[in-house]
Structure formats: C-alpha cells, structure tokens
C-alpha cells in the first residue's frame, strides 16, 4: 500500500473515532451542505461534516466537522491531522494555524492532531503557537484554539458532555 492510501485511511479512522465519540454523547451527525439548506428540520445537537471556509489563500477549504451544541453554548469547528509515518504534512501546521486564527470564522476551533510519524518539534510548536497567541491581532485574539492528542480529547469530551 502507497504511503498517501495508508495515510488517508489512517486519517479516516481518526475521523471515524471523532464521530463514533460525539454521536455517543448524542449529536446528530450530518453533511454541513444538507443542514446548510434544511436548518429547521434538525436539532440543536449537532456534528456536521465536510465544512467549508475560506482559506487565507482565497480558495475554498473544508473542515473535517462542525460541533454545534446548545444545551453546551458550543459551537466548535474540529480540525483532524494524522500523521502515522515521516512525511511532509508537519510542514503544513503553520498554515494550518494561520487558517484557524485568520480565516476559520468561529471562535473556538479545535486541532485533533495525533500519530507517531510528526517531526520533532512539529506538535509543539504548534501548542506553543497556540498558547503565546503567535500571529494574533487585535481581532483574532479573542479566539479559542485547543490542540489535543486523541487521549486528551476523549478527556476533553467526556468532562465536557458529563455534566
């Protein structure tokens, strides 16, 4: 198997543990694009997928999901990077995070990032990034930005949907 199957599979099953979790915890899983245009018909409990933004480059970008909740007052875009083997996806955190601070319109946006095959360093520039508020401005500086491992989200979800 190709080194991009495999990690496109590998991917997949990080996305497929992301809505494994959060259906349990009872939200309705669905396309962003079907609830965009039927809003009325579904619930306030909500994990939508293949969400779409503008990317800094001006081109059309989608974010793995969308966690709407109000019983929480949540509303979460959730952004998954799995990186099993060496490779070169590391070198696309920046634009990630630049992405999340510049374009991405919620406020509080999610990194799930995981896997044994990151560069040293790559992970934790990305959390320090995070925590120093790197490349804020004053109108990005309010936002909310978590970057967690699979563990510390399965901590994060079942803290956040216990109460």
């Known amino acids: 198997m190709e080194k991009g199957t495999k990690s496109n599979i590998t991917g997949n099953q990080l996305?497929?543990?992301i809505k494994t979790v959060l259906t349990g915890k009872g939200f309705e899983l669905l396309n962003y694009r079907v609830w965009e245009k039927n809003k009325e018909k579904y619930g306030e409990e909500l994990l939508l997928e293949n969400v779409p933004f503008t990317t800094i480059y001006e081109h059309k970008g989608n974010t793995e999901?969308?966690?709407i909740s109000k019983k929480y007052d949540l509303r979460i875009r959730i952004e998954c990077k799995w990186q099993q083997v060496a490779g070169s996806?590391?070198?696309k955190l920046p634009y990630l995070y630049l992405n999340t601070i510049e374009a991405m319109p919620e406020n509080s946006i999610m990194i799930l990032i995981d896997g044994a095959g990151w560069k040293a360093g790559?992970?934790?520039w990305l959390k320090d990034a995070v925590k120093q508020k790197k490349y804020t401005t004053e109108d990005t500086k309010n936002k909310e930005i978590f970057v967690f491992s699979l563990t510390e989200?399965?901590?994060w979800a079942n803290k956040t949907f216990n109460k």
Do not use: H, R, Y
Request: charged letters at 25%.
């Open 122 to 124: 790559a992970i934790k």
């Open 65 to 67: 999901f969308l966690l």
């Open 153 to 155: 989200f399965f901590t």
């Open 89 to 91: 996806v590391d070198e």
């Open 15 to 17: 996305e497929v543990t």
